[in-house]
């Protein structure tokens, strides 16, 4: 085993990454020391990146998507979650959030992405200066959380790193009480819209109508992950038209069963809940940062129409567990979902692809992955 | 019986009231003529004066809140909905919404309250003008339609009135998750506010905070229907504060459990989404017409929040047969909130009393009510 | 259009079929004369011929399942349920269920399947004499009931013939709890088994278990049709062998998460409930007459096992209406459930072919269907 | 504070208990020593005491129904579960369970009473013998496991004592589906069915029926516990008299919404599910070992009964966070379920009151409860 590692470490908001190294620790009982294979980039690491995220301190490694080989097992880990056997060796994909299991939200609420004395990787430091492989921006990443779950897997990093935004998507359908032969609407064409999108589909949605774009690749990717049709924003303008094109698809026009926000735009709140059918089902599950209000009206937005608005914030244990055997039945081309496969130390310069209408390397992005490669 | 019937007409919106006499239906089989005894006047019963509510046609015969004897029965109805034995001379509450039964929202959504092919006393003519007495603001009500479901009674006429505003208590509490033990708040002062109020706490809320007022006697009247903790709008007028202060009465300052918006107001359901604790439910029952917008926030209020937020229109048929051995159980003074009976010909004064601060007779009403007598 | 129509009748239990010929009537108001072009043959029918189901009126004209084109069209009758307009020669599929829409089972339990005052085609008489087209079993059927839902589609009939099991199966999943990423158990091998696992694995079952066959053919048809893996209790005869190979495809060995009982035979829930996982669902609905008892340990097999059992009672329209376009997106060779198609003739000898181990003109039957040509 | 503390142990099944004394612990960090009051007698204890329960190791220090004060706190606790402040020498309840908060049952099923990688006082040896107070058959126990969660409180111990029960049941109706105005049957006058009776009364049914005894005491204590109509099955005992009777006081006999079975009978499955209504709710609360087998109909009992029949299992911490302020609040006589109050020495009489008609000292038992008093 190596004996050194590299880490990406952001300084300050809007800072500079810079590739460290640091002698690699020797796991304790119940760790587990990972050499990363492949990290996701998320929108949230952007606003991270930005300072846009209240509560987090910087110096910083972020990455919180990330599948990797086992470099070295603490004593006492024989298995993984769910109690197939790991070895040194064995690719594993790391469930970043650690729920606490003791606090109101874990054993009350039953919600364990509100708990708030949990840890996750990518999103803190542990706190003890020895050892910095606390997130996915780097080259090994020490589990040295006892609670951590680590999932098995022979599936390819480019699938494998998907798990974490099915694991957003499978706790935003477990809210939406969506049902056989439903129509749902998809807003955002970003990995939490499409992740969504499967997930609807696979859960028996028989129509998807996806709003997004607004470029023809991102409508291509809609139609290959599932969407029976899609509109594109930068094509159909005006909300009141795309409004009444949904309607226009369903029964007598009363518009669509569940609606999923995952645009992270506040207007997009006031027009899906237009599109929205009554008694039906609204899930926001795209506003992962503070980006503005919307105005509402009780009466005609909820009240009257006798809706279910679901607020669905992150992704718990449940949606990797849940999400692995769906990956693995490879049911959509998730790896084409994987624009860009970069070294760590291009960093930089993807922190501002969103900046530059998502382009990079002359080509649109939509997931882009880190690997553990420095050059 | 009697050969004529008065029946209050509303001309146009805000318009006048005239007492008009009509000769009395004999009643086909399967329908029941009501000798009305006491009716309600509600919120919606002035939206509708003052022609705030979308879909309803003027002459018209306002009233959906009442409780009459049998005048006459039709042909082949011999038991009320839940199977009791009724005669004339018995005293029945009418429900006055009659779902069609058969069409998507009957059927499929299962949400009978949206149902746009149904019929609802007080809310619509019949469509046939040889007879009038289609709402409860009048000496008799024609029960024409087939489905109507009507309950016997043996209630005292103060608290049998009140069943219609019990039902609408009961879907905003099935919609609201409510466990016991719960820290539950409600907004609103008012009949649905305090209905609510009773609903929570016969449901099993451990602790109930009720904000409203602005006058004493509703603090008075809150306090007397269950609240465990009251807080006065016209004392406490910051919202920042109330929110602190209901945070302060719940675990670890987390938020109350449950939110029952029945204030009406716009900015309501802002500070209601404050003082409630991520993954909470929040239900709005109060807007029952459209009084304006409010600005939320969708990472804030609904998204990192994981809240469920549930729009409950009206009340089902459900509601009615459940509220009733709620009433007869009689462990609120529900007759209380009975502030008025006034004969019909008062309602002219009636819609004008929330324009004059509630004051009528030199009394601040609650729920007013109008009997059968003219004079 | 003819003048007569050809009739099915069976004059009692066990007795005889006999084709009589009968005026067919004109549409009243609100009613639709269908020409019968195809209709299933049902397990139920089966016990009906028997005598076997209690409330049933002899002589009668069973079949409960069928698609047809429009004959005549009554007055008022427009568009099918779901708005699309019908004129004379569409095809459409009845919904043979005909909930009152009014009573405590419909309005406040809201479970249509067992309300007792509504009306079936195909399991009772209309109760006047004059006509006799009341169940799929004839040339025509007239649905002289007004709230009869009928759904227009260009399905293939023997497609559109097994929307009827698909209500069922969808009936039951909606009260499976289901969630995406599940193991699911299929207990039975006939059209409600298979009805049920395509149900299942639309709503996302990761991996489905069928126990049933015990022919090859039907095994064939259970892997055609979904499943995952398969075991035929003609080659694993002992209950224990088979509940610990479905634990053994488990997670850590706890059982399937969902087991849908599809047999029909007492036994198999007892052995459904050994192979469930603790905390999971347990559906119930192969059961459609009485065909014996089971024993069962509270402790082990419900208490201690923290399980929800669901009875889960014949398809609501809701089943109709939602899985039509699941049929219409033809995941599965669904034609192929349907092994006979035969005369009205004949159907004497269809009631005999399960005691003749299923077999019908030197061939294995699954879904034996009946056309309205006579010969 | 003491130097020891005693406890007493149980050999094995049918054994003798011995009161020993062991040095005290000095509670490491996390942990808490608590000086125990008042423990009460479960049927479970019973149980265990006859060695009926698999997977306890002897000898053992049983109890895990217990209030105390703590005696000595491990460096780092200040609060209890809710954040109130605690110090030496408050009273708190202790959750007996400990769920681990990281297996599959806790985080994907979310069922924490079907973990089996946790703690629970009274059922377990902590696996160290160097220490004894692992149960609250003692002077003092030693909360050694640093999830375990206490609850500050000022009830009397007569009444605190209680929560434990009170969680299950809890529990119970957590899974009931109860409305508001539901008929409820209670099957069962222990400690289980009474609480379950007050639990569900609380969370709003209008109609408890009561069936149990047999001693006219029992009786007594569920009149004082919220029964409306009790029925003595030693007076009444044909079972289908006793369906007939509970039928005869719902909606048109079609018999009660929710049945708890808390008899702990297996017959008593059978007649419960034989006077719910179709649709209903049948919870299975009352087998806490394996007491013999039932014979059901799928058909009568199950499918064509549409019914929901939910296991619940054991008490949650989340039943003991609801049931607090619920105790609190002292709507009904709780202190009156504690029929003695006897020193640890006289438990091996206690383990034979159920054999003797539970009558102890003359007395009959319901709730047996020891002191940590040795004399």
């Known amino acids: 085993m190596a004996r050194k590692g590299v880490v990406a470490v952001l300084d300050r908001p809007e800072g500079k990454y810079e590739l460290k190294e640091y002698p690699l620790p020797d796991p304790a009982p119940g760790t587990v020391l990972i050499k990363q294979e492949l990290g996701g980039v998320c929108g949230t690491d952007i606003h991270m990146y930005h300072g846009h995220l209240p509560g987090i301190t910087y110096p910083i490694c972020l990455g919180h998507e990330f599948v990797g080989r086992i470099a070295a097992l603490g004593k006492g880990i024989t298995t993984d979650f769910l109690g197939k056997a790991v070895k040194e060796g ?38 003890n200066k020895e050892y910095h492989f606390t997130g996915g921006y780097a080259g090994y990443v020490y589990l040295h959380h006892p609670r951590t779950a680590i999932l098995k897997t022979d599936l390819p990093l480019e699938v494998g790193v998907l798990l974490e935004p099915i694991s957003v998507a499978l706790h935003a359908v477990s809210r939406s009480n969506i049902q056989l032969g439903d129509t749902v609407v998809i807003q955002g064409s970003g990995a939490v819209g499409l992740s969504c999108q499967v997930c609807a589909k696979l859960a028996g949605a028989a129509k998807i109508i996806h709003i997004g774009g607004p470029t023809p690749f991102r409508i291509k990717m809609a139609k290959e992950f599932g969407a029976d049709i899609t509109i594109n924003i930068a094509e159909v303008k005006d909300p009141e038209e795309r409004i009444q094109m949904v309607k226009d698809k369903t029964i007598k026009g009363i518009g669509a069963d569940v609606v999923f926000e995952c645009a992270g ?33 009780p009466f005609t937005h909820i009240c009257n129409k006798n809706v279910s608005l679901q607020g669905s914030w992150g992704g718990e244990v449940e949606g990797f567990v849940r999400g692995l055997p769906i990956l693995e039945k490879r049911q959509f081309p998730y790896e084409k979902l994987i624009t860009h496969k970069l070294p760590l130390k291009r960093l930089n310069e993807i922190m501002q692809a969103p900046d530059k209408g998502y382009i990079l390397d002359d080509k649109e992005s939509l997931k882009i992955t880190v690997s553990s490669e420095t050059s």
Request: aromatic residues 12%; glycine residues 14%; proline residues 4%.
């Open 265 to 297: 735009a506040p207007q997009a709140v006031r027009e899906g809940l237009d599109m929205l059918r009554r008694s039906g089902t609204f899930v926001e599950v795209g506003h992962f940062t503070d980006v503005g209000e919307v105005s509402l009206n």
């Open 90 to 127: 064995d690719r594993v994909i790391v469930v970043p959030g650690v729920g606490c299991g003791k606090c109101y939200w874990c054993e009350i609420a039953k919600t364990p992405t509100t708990c708030e004395e949990g840890f996750a990787y990518g999103f803190f430091s542990d706190g």
